[in-house]
């Protein structure tokens, strides 16, 4: 329908990925218990419903009992934007994961993970929202997200963004802007999210430090056999201000294995915190689904598990 646009490489990546480091601000746990974050909006199968996660309670990195899922409540308040209807209120469910360490001492419990499927949405409809527990005081500022067009031959989302590979590093931040300017309907993640299938060990003798070379390349600094599940946690906040806002659909890739010591798990994490519409799509699994976003027909598929029953 249009002629395709095309343009140079930003000159201002770099061609060695940096990490950010842990002390980044967007990293930093919000200082309420209950208060929601890493915020994300995700397409359901039809047009007329969607799915909110968040998190809840923050993480803690040691082997502990795991939160109770009940201690909260999973509600968001939506409406129209700007309408002078009442808010509508939806609720969900939670889980809390674990993930397994070999190599390390203590085991990760997640913080309380949030899904709310919304419904009897209109099509192509600016909708402003909150999400929390109101009983608690612990509700979010408002976002915004738009729905698709309905699903037919002439109607599509205007502007659909394809990434993969994002990480954490300085050329994130600087993608993550030029992804925020550009205005997308809808973003497609196709894998490598948080990297945290690398473990983040003592880095203060590290080679990486001195020879300023990137600490993904450093085996003294990371153990690509073990998983840092606090990454997780910086990723989805680092992310916020885009998946709160544009709904964002997540493809997993090979860094969201992360199989775990015992009972051979795999993608616990990714199944985990993000919401999928596999059971309205006629799958029993997060790893293969399918979405509509107007007159287009989204199919995915996982290239690292097996597909029989699916």
């Not at 940096?18 to 994300?40: A, G, H, R, T, Y």
């Not at 359901?44 to 968040?54: A, E, K, M």
């Not at 699994?285 to 996982?302: D, E, R």
Request: charged share 15%.
């Amino acid at each position: 329908p249009f002629t395709p646009v095309t343009a140079p490489l930003d000159p201002n990546l770099n061609r060695v990925a940096f990490d950010l480091p842990e002390s980044d601000p967007s990293f930093v746990q919000p200082n309420s218990k209950f208060l929601p974050e890493q915020i994300s909006v995700s397409l359901s199968y039809s047009v007329d419903s969607l799915w909110i996660s968040w998190v809840t309670t923050g993480c803690c990195e040691e082997d502990s009992v795991p939160l109770d899922p009940n201690s909260v409540q999973s509600i968001v308040q939506y409406r129209e934007f700007n309408a002078r209807s009442r808010n509508k209120h939806a609720t969900g469910h939670s889980i809390v994961y674990n993930q397994q360490y070999n190599a390390l001492k203590n085991n990760y419990t997640s913080g309380i993970i949030h899904h709310v499927q919304l419904t009897g949405l209109k099509p192509n409809t600016l909708y402003q929202y909150r999400c929390g527990d109101p009983s608690l005081s612990a509700m979010s500022k408002e976002y915004y997200f738009r729905t698709m067009p309905k699903s037919t031959s002439e109607s599509y989302p205007h502007r659909i963004l394809v990434a993969g590979d994002l990480g954490l590093t300085y050329n994130t931040s600087t993608v993550l802007t030029h992804i925020l300017s550009n205005h997308p309907d809808l973003v497609v993640l196709i894998g490598g999210f948080s990297y945290a299938d690398k473990t983040k060990l003592d880095c203060s003798s590290c080679q990486c430090v001195h020879n300023r070379t990137t600490s993904s390349d450093c085996d003294s600094c990371y153990n690509s056999r073990e998983s840092y599940q606090p990454r997780w946690d910086y990723w989805g906040r680092f992310m916020e201000p885009l998946t709160a806002n544009v709904p964002t659909m997540m493809v997993a890739g090979e860094h969201e294995i992360e199989q775990q010591t015992d009972e051979n798990l795999t993608f616990v994490a990714y199944s985990s915190r993000f919401a999928f519409p596999s059971n309205e799509s006629g799958s029993f699994s997060p790893l293969y689904y399918s979405f509509n976003a107007g007159g287009a027909h989204f199919i995915v598929l996982n290239a690292y598990t097996p597909h029989d029953y699916s």
